[in-house]
């Protein structure tokens, strides 16, 4: 099987408020889950040393981790560009050093058959906290897997492959959410600014000629 320490994750790139929204609301129509959705809002304090600290709404005490990227490759599908990553995590002790980035974080997380995570996140950044606060808001879209401790090797193929199947699914919704908000505009009737045009009727007053 495959270490549980690694993650394959998929994040979909310049994702829209539009787009978010639609893939939001589809998965948000399934009630299949194995996890049941809910927001969690946490706060991620990137430290000088490469150490994100996380702390939660709640104030439960702070998780301190240490991401280590192995690799990637980013392509191109319909237009949009896609990061496929492999990275590992560990715990590591508390960190007190300088921090570097600030990220707000609104999470929903779609676990399919305790394999795959849909992470749909909106996130506010920057250098302090109130540089964060007056960030535009950013919209991301991942598909972590996360079925190390079940995969044998007579799921690799199966795995890869559902894994590409809804990349391609997401990547959809996104471009049909683009194209209807199109189409939408396009038929947006001109509002009529009161100035007669050519060949349209016009209706005079009681009393004038």
């Not at 194209?179 to 005079?204: F, I, Y």
């Amino acid at each position: 099987g495959a270490s549980p320490t690694y993650e394959i994750e998929v994040r979909i790139k310049d994702v829209t408020e539009l787009g978010w929204n639609t893939v939001y609301k589809k998965l948000s129509s399934n009630r299949g889950w194995s996890n049941k959705p809910e927001v969690v809002n946490t706060t991620d304090l990137m430290h000088m040393t490469g150490v994100r600290e996380t702390k939660q709404a709640n104030n439960a005490p702070s998780t301190f981790l240490r991401k280590e990227k192995h690799d990637h490759i980013d392509v191109e599908s319909a237009g949009r560009q896609v990061r496929f990553a492999i990275a590992s995590e560990v715990n590591t002790p508390s960190e007190n050093s300088p921090v570097r980035t600030v990220r707000f974080k609104q999470r929903t997380t779609f676990e399919h058959k305790r394999m795959f995570k849909f992470e749909l996140t909106k996130v506010k950044q920057g250098d302090t906290p109130a540089a964060a606060n007056a960030a535009e808001v950013e919209h991301e879209i991942e598909i972590e897997f996360c079925g190390q401790s079940e995969l044998t090797p007579a799921k690799h193929e199966y795995a890869a492959d559902s894994l590409l199947m809804k990349v391609s699914d997401l990547i959809t919704q996104l471009a049909n959410a683009t194209n209807v908000s199109a189409a939408s505009s396009a038929k947006r009737p001109r509002v009529d600014d009161g100035t007669p045009q050519e060949c349209s009727p016009v209706t005079l007053a009681e009393g004038t000629e």
